[in-house]
């Protein structure tokens, strides 16, 4: 589902459904695993759209950067992502597993909208059921990048940092059926 028809769904909705929502998302500590995707389309990265970025990395550099970026830079920093969030989330005695299960009943999905030059990532996440077409809630997830390093490296430490702040951000929905902070429904 493109991002423009998930902004688009912004009407509003009674107590009711609300509640019903809220009990949905209360109950996703339950399952056995939660489908995670992530989505860099509409990421502005050190101010630039992706493609642009990555062409200006690739022409600087005696590297491949096009295909490392592809093929190593954002799978890792998605698996660093990952990590953090699954780690948390078990020391915290949820047993729930957060990653590509695609037959999963939930689906968390991850839109990159901005990467600064610390590495500092915003992160707008969905929470969705996987069979239907509207989101439950929304929310930001920012998580702080690096001081020292190469870019990759700082991405790297904003990426981990925003796997911990959803983590909190899950176990409070887990808790309450509600995110902190930068809430919608749909």
């Keep these: 589902m493109p991002i423009e028809s998930v902004l688009a769904q912004t009407k509003k909705i009674d107590k009711q459904e ?3 929502r809220r009990e949905l998302l209360m109950a996703m500590w339950t399952e056995k695993e939660i489908n995670v995707t992530i989505d860099f389309s509409k990421a502005n990265i ?3 759209s992706e493609a642009d970025f990555v062409y200006i990395q690739d022409v600087s550099s005696t ?4 295909a490392l970026w592809e093929n190593e830079y954002k799978p890792s920093l998605f698996h660093d992502l990952l990590g953090v969030y699954n780690t948390l989330m078990f020391d915290y005695g949820y047993k729930v597993r957060f990653g590509s299960f695609e037959n999963a009943k939930y689906q968390i999905r991850l839109v990159v909208t901005s990467i600064l030059e610390s590495g500092t990532t915003y992160l707008k996440v969905y929470v969705k059921q996987q069979d239907q077409q509207k989101y439950l809630c929304s929310f930001l997830v920012i998580g702080n990048g690096g ?11 904003g990426f981990k940092r925003a796997g911990k702040e959803l983590a909190w951000q899950t176990i409070k929905l887990f808790n309450t ?10």
């Design 147 to 157: 001081r020292y390093g190469s870019k990759i490296n700082l991405m790297g430490d």
């Design 63 to 66: 590297e491949d950067w096009a």
């Design 46 to 48: 050190h101010g630039k």
């Design 177 to 186: 059926g509600k995110a902190t902070g930068y809430e919608v429904y749909y």
């Design 18 to 20: 609300r509640k019903a």
